[in-house]
């Protein structure tokens, strides 16, 4: 059975140190469910696996047990060269996201051929009740709509979005400082009328005044936007 086969080939791969270092990044996942395969590695795997056919088996398996297998997870759907079976496998494992590692990480190649068929899912996923669901929402138009295909409506969407979980505001700052660096002009308004909430506007400023993307005068000009209390 290839989930076996996996999980023994993870643990053959183990890095203790690895595994004690990770596990402080991950305060939303269980310590004994991360067995420290190094990232890299995760991805040489991944890539040996899309070959096989009998990965579905093991893509079907939800819940995973372990954090890696997740991880595995993910990057074996970001290899997926079929834009509707690609699509398919993340509207199918994004339910079982619960961490900001694994969400991140799971970036299909494929989607960047195929944007505009994706926006309609973007935008189900950004109104979501899951917070990792969410994230991903915001990361997709991150990753692909702040350059040739920017819109004022994606900033807008996304400075729409109002909540309590740390990881989506999270990632809301760090879309509008990428958003700063790539269209400065378009996106500066949404800091200077104060569109985010307090706590999320500051970190998208503390973002883009850590980014080399930013000029020096933007730079002390978002300094002057930051919220006082």
């Known amino acids: 059975m290839i989930t076996q086969e996996i999980r023994k080939e993870l643990f053959r791969l183990q890095d203790n140190k690895y595994r004690d270092f990770q596990s402080k990044l991950l305060p939303?996942?269980?310590?004994?469910?991360v067995i420290g395969v190094r990232t890299p590695q995760l991805r040489k795997y991944a890539k040996t696996l899309i070959k096989r056919e009998d990965v579905e088996e093991y893509l079907q398996q939800l819940p995973h047990k372990y954090f890696d297998e997740n991880q595995l997870h993910a990057f074996i759907i970001s290899e997926r060269k079929d834009y509707e079976q690609c699509l398919?496998?993340?509207?199918?494992?994004l339910p079982y996201v619960d961490n900001w590692a694994t969400c991140d990480q799971m970036s299909p190649k494929i989607f960047k051929k195929h944007r505009i068929e994706l926006l309609p899912h973007i935008e189900n996923w950004i109104q979501s009740k899951e917070t990792y669901t969410v994230r991903f929402g915001i990361g997709m138009l991150m990753q692909h709509f702040l350059e040739e295909t920017f819109d004022v409506r994606y900033p807008e969407q996304v400075a729409g979005i109002r909540s309590d979980e740390y990881y989506i505001n999270m990632m809301i700052a760090w879309y509008f400082a990428t958003a700063l660096a790539k269209q400065y002009e378009a996106v500066v308004p949404y800091i200077e009328n104060r569109r985010l909430d307090d706590w999320t506007h500051n970190k998208a400023i503390q973002k883009s005044i850590e980014s080399y993307r930013i000029t020096a005068e933007q730079k002390a000009y978002l300094k002057t936007l930051k919220v006082r209390k």
């Open 88 to 93: 398919k496998e993340v509207q199918d494992f």
């Open 28 to 33: 939303t996942v269980n310590p004994d469910t």
